[in-house]
């Protein structure tokens, strides 16, 4: 772990403190407190603040229409330091903000670090995206995906100040990547602590249509490595996409580490394919997950009177960390959120389903997948809306987890693809 977070730290010493070639700062604009970020959220939009008033909110929100760009070549580019922005949680100089953040292991919640990573990621595409001549913004911005969180601490202090950072680093038609970076205080410096990756997309002001953003200007070889390395995301995406196990039959490589589970697992007493017996230290798959419910409150509710995503990321991590912690029976550290897909808005009032499945380990690592979905009480239907793949390491070695049907194989690989990807990156 000291070896994984120390190559961690030297990954992303470089990237931290501000992001390559933009502003300090303290050339001009001062940081934006924590607790503004979604009150400037609110403005941008004009969302209402008290729930009986979302209907006329959004209403008022339709003539905005008339705003949209026709074409994308009819906005005016922007560069990476416009929607640059530094916001601070000041967790040291202002204690009375610490007990919201505050776990039982005296460290900071890291759930709610993935809600203001929403809230300020949504944040910085708006000022990618702001016109000067508009009171309200036309865009709906919505979070449609977690690239990636690698994390290159273990414990997140609940009394030092912390730092966010971030810009858009590169930008489609109606699709924007933005890259942020968290980082405390420890002494009179600030040192890195994770380093994101979001996709956010653009729609209408009703949210039914995707809508266009300005393009973006790379202004140095840096950037342009930067933007360059957005485009390759986006086609990693695509790759990684295709060959889903839900579309394509696994690998040769694969099939061979599936049969040979399914080899391990047979009892060696009878001659029968149906006879499986748990090899030593293992636990089978469908033993190791955990299930809880939401009820999906207004309080709960973002800007578009949808459930706020940072909210969802939330409760699928806290969930991810007790499977993984009644899984391992020690303490979990996460190491990295990947490729969490926000599929579906989910509707205030929502039962929200969620499923927190191990499935994958090696040596201290679990990998564990969470499944959200909302049920319809009335028509008994059930849709899925997220997926979220977190990967965690815990104190001691953890058993192995060992998939019996042909389904749960699909899920030990695909966790183990996850988990590769992981490793590779960090
Ligand atoms: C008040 C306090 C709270 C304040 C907080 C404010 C924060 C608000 C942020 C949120 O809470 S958002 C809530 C969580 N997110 C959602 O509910 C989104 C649910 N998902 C969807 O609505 C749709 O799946 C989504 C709009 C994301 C995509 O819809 P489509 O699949 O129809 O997209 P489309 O095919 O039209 O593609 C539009 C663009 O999105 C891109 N895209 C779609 N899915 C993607 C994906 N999964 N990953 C990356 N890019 C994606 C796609 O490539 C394309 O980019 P370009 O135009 O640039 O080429």
Same mark, same amino acid.
């Given at each position: 772990m000291r070896k994984l977070h120390s190559v961690l730290a030297r990954t992303l010493t470089s990237g931290a403190s501000t992001s390559p070639g933009l502003p300090d700062m303290s050339e001009g604009q001062s940081p934006i407190h924590v607790n503004n970020v979604r009150s400037k959220l609110r403005d941008i939009v004009g969302a209402s603040t008290n729930w009986r008033d979302h209907v006329q909110a959004m209403q008022e929100r339709k003539a905005l229409h008339t705003l949209l760009a026709k074409r994308q070549e009819d906005l005016p580019p922007r560069r990476m330091k416009d929607s640059y922005l530094e916001v601070i949680l000041p967790l040291g100089s202002q204690p009375e903000i610490r007990e919201k953040y505050l776990n039982v292991h005296n460290s900071v919640?890291?759930?709610?670090?993935?809600? &203001?990573?929403?809230?300020?990621?949504?944040?910085?595409?708006?000022?990618?995206?702001?016109?000067?001549?508009?009171?309200?913004?036309?865009?709906?911005?919505?979070?449609?995906?977690?690239?990636?969180?690698?994390?290159?601490?273990?414990?997140?202090?609940? &009394?030092?100040?912390i730092?966010?950072?971030g810009n858009v680093s590169w930008v489609g038609k109606t699709s924007m990547e933005v890259r942020m970076h968290m980082l405390q205080q420890h002494g009179g410096d600030y040192s890195p602590v994770l380093d994101a990756t979001f996709v956010m997309v653009a729609r209408d002001p009703e949210n039914k249509r995707p809508a266009f953003v300005n393009p973006l200007i790379p202004e140095s070889p840096e950037e342009e490595e930067i933007f360059k390395q957005g485009e390759l995301n986006k086609l990693k995406r695509i790759e990684f996409s295709t060959a889903s196990l839900l579309k394509m039959a696994p690998t040769a490589e694969e099939r061979n580490i599936v049969h040979d589970i399914f080899l391990n697992t047979l009892d060696?007493?009878?001659?029968?394919?149906?006879?499986?017996?748990?090899?030593?230290?293992?636990?089978?798959?469908? &033993?190791?997950?955990?299930?809880?419910?939401?009820i999906c409150h207004p309080e709960e509710r973002n800007i578009f009177n949808r459930i706020f995503g940072g909210f969802l990321m939330r409760k699928a991590f806290e969930l991810a960390w007790a499977t993984a912690c009644s899984y391992g029976g020690s303490r979990p550290f996460i190491v990295s959120v990947d490729d969490i897909m926000f599929q579906k808005p989910v509707e205030v009032g929502s039962l929200l389903l969620l499923s927190g499945q191990v499935c994958y380990t090696e040596?201290?690592?679990?990998?564990?997948?969470?499944?959200?979905?909302?049920?319809n009480a009335n028509t008994k239907e059930h849709h899925t809306t997220n997926i979220f793949h977190f990967t965690f390491i815990s104190e001691n070695e953890v058993p192995q987890v060992v998939p019996k049907t042909y389904g749960e194989s699909m899920l030990y690989l695909d966790g183990k693809r996850h988990f590769t990807a992981v490793m590779k990156e960090i």
């Open positions: 919640r890291f759930g709610r670090i993935l809600e &203001d990573l929403d809230s300020l990621g949504v944040l910085i595409c708006y000022t990618h995206t702001k016109q000067e001549m508009q009171q309200r913004s036309p865009l709906s911005i919505v979070t449609a995906l977690v690239d990636k969180i690698n994390l290159c601490q273990k414990i997140i202090h609940p &009394d030092c100040d730092k966010f950072t060696p007493r009878t001659v029968s394919f149906r006879s499986r017996k748990l090899p030593p230290n293992s636990v089978w798959i469908e &033993d190791a997950k955990l299930k809880g419910l939401e040596k201290n690592y679990i990998q564990i997948r969470v499944h959200s979905e909302v049920y």
